[in-house]
């Protein structure tokens, strides 16, 4: 089945920042959030980043803290991203309704574990999704019909590849429609082809496994993105990504800490 994807939409909507930066190719700058707060969500927003992942994978978010820190996130004009827990179609359900930019599903392992996750995040007839919330439609400035019209075209599918599966698969995962961006994680895939985190860089079997997930990405028109540990990073890997995730709230807060104790001890 044909249809426009987040890639080729011509609808604009100004709220969804991430979405518009990535189809100018502006390289959007993303982060991780895991701590459950609607403050902690605000204080983000404010700092300049495009776009929110809510860690419902690994953060300390529940179902409320989730609703909560979308409706802040959108409210500041950032795109609030979950990534989700697992593939379930219940959960996919649950995370797009709180009107949620996008979905990042971690540690897909082949093409047919992709096709379900995008069935799961579009309305029939892409897809299998239900529509009984008012909540998304607003997290988008939009009434609910009009978001039922622009949804499946302007929400972001991201799929992480992290695994050697997911390594070996990764060509035909980024072949299915819907899917709109491979996002590597770098951490999860060290473990699972090295053994060990985190990753060097420089191993060849991890420098073969991210060229071969970024080639797959430019292949089949998808956007490709990853984490990175800090923004010269970010800075240093601009040519090869559409976005990048810089950290994350918990590891901010660490670092400006340890930094500043270090400077006064010395």
Not at 39 to 52: E, F, P, S, Y
Not at 163 to 189: C, E, K, Q
Not at 238 to 243: A, E, F, L, Q, W
Request: aromatic letters at 6%; a negative charge; one cysteine or more.
């Amino acid at each position: 089945m044909s249809y426009p994807t987040a890639h080729t939409t011509t609808i604009e909507n100004p709220r969804l920042r991430l979405l518009a930066k990535m189809k100018r190719g502006e390289y959007p700058l993303m982060t991780f959030m895991a701590i459950p707060s609607l403050r902690m969500a605000q204080i983000i927003a404010l700092t300049g980043v495009d776009a929110i992942i809510i860690d419902c994978e690994h953060g300390n978010i529940g179902d409320d803290s989730m609703h909560n820190a979308v409706a802040a996130i959108s409210a500041l004009g950032v795109s609030p991203i979950i990534r989700i827990r697992g593939p379930a179609h219940d959960i996919i359900k649950r995370a797009l309704d709180t009107g949620a930019h996008g979905i990042m599903v971690p540690q897909i392992n082949n093409a047919e574990e992709a096709r379900q996750i995008v069935q799961s995040s579009k309305f029939p007839p892409q897809g299998i999704r239900g529509q009984g919330s008012a909540f998304p439609a607003i997290g988008h400035g939009l009434t609910t019909p009009e978001y039922m019209i622009s949804a499946n075209e302007t929400i972001l599918t991201m799929i992480q590849i992290e695994t050697r599966a997911g390594v070996d698969n990764v060509d035909a995962i980024a072949a299915v429609p819907g899917v709109d961006m491979v996002f590597i994680g770098p951490n999860d895939l060290a473990q699972s082809i090295l053994g060990y985190v985190p990753a060097r860089g420089d191993e060849p079997e991890f420098v073969t496994a991210v060229d071969k997930i970024i080639e797959a990405g430019r292949k089949h028109g998808k956007w490709v993105g990853r984490m990175v540990n800090n923004g010269a990073v970010a800075k240093e890997v601009r040519s090869r990504y559409d976005t990048v995730a810089i950290t994350g709230d918990t590891k901010a807060i660490q670092n400006w800490y340890m930094a500043e104790f270090e400077t006064a001890r010395s």
